[in-house]
């Protein structure tokens, strides 16, 4: 395909992608599979990858994501993020209304607008010639913090609006034309089942579960590194525009009306009321479903539904007087903690869980509750023999929501985290910078299931017919204790177990015994070291050579393979130094594994043989705006490209920044593509 082919493809694509985007977040009505919404993205992705320069800040794929910042920039408020007073029962929700009609001098009853009070964070987007410039939180209420890079990864936010260069007409029946300058404001959740799916994956590499959806999307909004936040499925509902220049709405349902126009998702569930009491039939009515919703709510919100009223009424210190926001009981019992005992999960992780005298809460007997990590139990300073308080809140695990301090006698005794593993007594490791301590034992027998399946993985040494079930029998009837014990099986044990035959249990012997030769990266993947994935454990082999030689390496020397930093290099070697996995690497070389090594291969070499961009030639002109000129550079020659000075007939990529010099013309006379920085960065996949 030539280049004006590949344009007109990728803006068709483009364009059939954000309608599919549209019919899915703001319609809830696609019209295609995911699998075939997936293919339009990846034949985009794939196009854009071969002709760089066509990539567009707003593209459809531009949502990966950009490298860590040093900390979040602030952002002032045009018009502040007033936060909402708050009601707890019918009475006071009839008082807000009287308090309007008294402001208002009317006794006619006021129309108001309601909708769930999702459970999130929330933004501020700022709009401008219809592209998403800056988008930031509430912050204080006049001043946010700057996550626009993060935001711009959530598939809900439109990266840029459709707009006419001509100036925007009034509103009719509360359709307008996207303005040159508009925010709009909502709130950023994560889903429930969403929620769950990140939290079974997390667990399942080891790492700590979030507590609650919106722990989850608060702290997935504000990562520092936005490649993070891409990965987290984050959604948003927008509730509000609090500037369109040049634009006049006279209802709040016109402003949500536009806003649905406009291509930004709005709740379903928000109604309009034609006074107050519809308003609290409508707050019970929400109350009883609240748990058949796929997201979380903790109320709902009832504002006045003419502007110019809103106007009128403005606001008290720093809540407006014209909304307010109706909030459930929360469902919370008291009771004491009679025990704080530790659970190892599948992926070494050591959580703390609270043992309770039962009591019901929300209809259901609870006597447990997990007390996530050792910070979480610091920070509320938990003892063991302490009144509490608990909550259960949705589908969320029960969770301690403070101590009841007045109730503490003096015999309370602090928890203190455990340096070996309850399990099998490896040693607990806490990294710097995570909050979960994990047993590194790799015959954990709270792991050892997981890791035998991982061990016998496709990527791994790939043994045909060892899945869940056969590992799971194979534990449970005692045969296998860690990974080197299956080498050591014979035909006469396996024969005992369940459904296993002579002809079923010689194939599994004679797939062991193929796998005894494993290749030095598959051997790496296969003993489960914490953040070592296959593309990493080939690296590893590259540089190292043989099993000895990686158990013998330093962290410093680990860090000049490409990809490994400090923290993945401390969890090697913390690996290596573990007794009970070298029992088990022992074993392994007993059985006859890890003699046939691949010969070492020089460490630059190695790099260089992984580097996505060896034999490209790189020039940069002008000024880079998202990363500097001397780490752009040093990151083409981390990846196997070179940087020149000036545009020869070597040079495969100009780089052009602002205020750019020369070298550009000469690049366009000689046909050597040209990349702006968006387009630099997602080629090497910052």
Not at 225 to 244: E, G, K, N, V, W
Request: proline share 6%.
């Amino acid at each position: 395909m030539n280049r004006e082919a590949a344009r007109t493809r990728i803006e068709s694509l483009r364009t059939t992608i954000l309608h599919h985007n549209r019919r899915y977040y703001q319609m809830d009505d696609p019209e295609i599979a995911d699998a075939d919404y997936d293919l339009l993205l990846r034949e985009l992705n794939a196009l854009e990858l071969e002709f760089p320069d066509l990539i567009t800040p707003d593209s459809p794929t531009q949502r990966v994501g950009a490298p860590p910042l040093d900390k979040f920039g602030a952002v002032t408020h045009r018009t502040p993020m007033l936060s909402l007073a708050n009601a707890f029962s019918d009475e006071e929700i009839r008082e807000f209304d009287r308090r309007c009609r008294r402001f208002l001098g009317r006794e006619d009853p006021i129309h108001y607008v309601v909708e769930p009070k999702l459970d999130g964070l929330a933004v501020n987007l700022l709009y401008e010639s219809g592209r998403l410039t800056v988008g930031s939180t509430r912050g204080d209420g006049a001043v946010g913090e700057d996550v626009t890079l993060n935001l711009r990864t959530i598939p809900a936010i439109p990266l840029s609006v459709p707009r006419t260069e001509d100036p925007p007409p009034p509103p009719v029946g509360g359709m307008a034309a996207v303005p040159e300058r508009i925010e709009i404001r909502g709130e950023v959740c994560m889903e429930r089942e969403a929620f769950r799916n990140l939290n079974r994956r997390r667990t399942e590499q080891g790492e700590p579960p979030f507590a609650n959806p919106r722990n989850a999307a608060a702290g997935s909004l504000r990562q520092l590194d936005s490649r993070i936040t891409a990965r987290r499925p984050l959604t948003m509902f927008c509730y509000a525009i609090a500037t369109a220049e040049g634009v006049t709405f006279q209802t709040h349902e016109a402003v949500l009306r536009t806003l649905a126009a406009w291509g930004f998702q709005v709740n379903p569930l928000i109604r309009p009321a034609v006074d107050i009491e519809e308003c609290i039939h409508y707050y019970h009515h929400i109350g009883q479903m609240r748990e058949e919703l796929p997201y979380e709510i903790d109320g709902i919100v009832i504002k006045v539904n003419d502007l110019r009223l809103q106007e009128r009424l403005g606001a008290v210190s720093r809540s407006p007087r014209w909304a307010v926001a109706c909030k459930f009981a929360a469902i919370r019992e008291r009771t004491v903690i009679e025990d704080i005992v530790i659970q190892v999960g599948r992926t070494g992780v050591l959580t703390p869980v609270a043992v309770m005298r039962a009591v019901r809460v929300g209809g259901v007997m609870v006597s447990r509750a997990t007390l996530h990590n050792e910070d979480e139990i610091r920070k509320k300073d938990i003892r063991i023999g302490d009144t509490v308080m608990i909550q259960r809140a949705g589908d969320v695990i029960p969770e301690v929501v403070e101590v009841v301090q007045t109730a503490r006698i003096g015999t309370e005794k602090p928890f203190v985290m455990p340096e070996t593993c309850p399990e099998c007594g490896a040693r607990v490791v806490r990294m710097e910078g995570e909050v979960a301590h994990r047993c590194i034992g790799i015959a954990c027998p709270a792991q050892i299931r997981e890791h035998i399946v991982h061990f016998a993985s496709r990527g791994a040494l790939d043994i045909e017919g060892l899945g869940d079930k056969m590992v799971a029998q194979l534990v449970t009837n005692g045969l296998i204790h860690d990974p080197a014990d299956l080498f050591f099986l014979t035909k006469e044990r396996l024969l005992g177990l369940e459904r296993m035959a002579e002809k079923s249990a010689s194939n599994l012997l004679e797939a062991i015994g193929r796998a005894k030769s494993p290749p030095l990266d598959r051997l790496i993947f296969a003993l489960g070291i914490r953040h070592i994935g296959e593309q990493t454990a080939k690296r590893l082999a590259q540089a190292c050579g043989t099993l000895d030689a990686l158990m013998a390496a330093t962290s410093e020397e680990l860090q000049t393979v490409r990809d490994i930093g400090p923290e993945v290099a401390a969890s090697i070697v913390g690996f290596f130094q573990e007794a009970a996995n070298l029992q088990v690497i022992q074993k392994l070389r007993s059985a006859g594994i890890g003699d046939m090594m691949p010969h070492r291969v020089p460490m630059e070499t190695a790099r260089l043989q992984a580097a996505p961009l060896a034999g490209k030639t790189f020039v940069f002109t002008g000024t880079l705006s998202r990363i500097g000129r001397n780490e752009a550079k040093a990151l083409v020659e981390s990846m196997g490209g070179a940087v020149g000075s000036s545009v020869t007939k070597t040079t495969n990529y100009v780089v052009a920044g602002e205020a750019v010099g020369s070298k550009i013309e000469k690049a366009r006379q000689s046909g050597i593509a040209i990349l702006d920085e968006a387009a630099f960065l997602a080629l090497t996949g910052c």
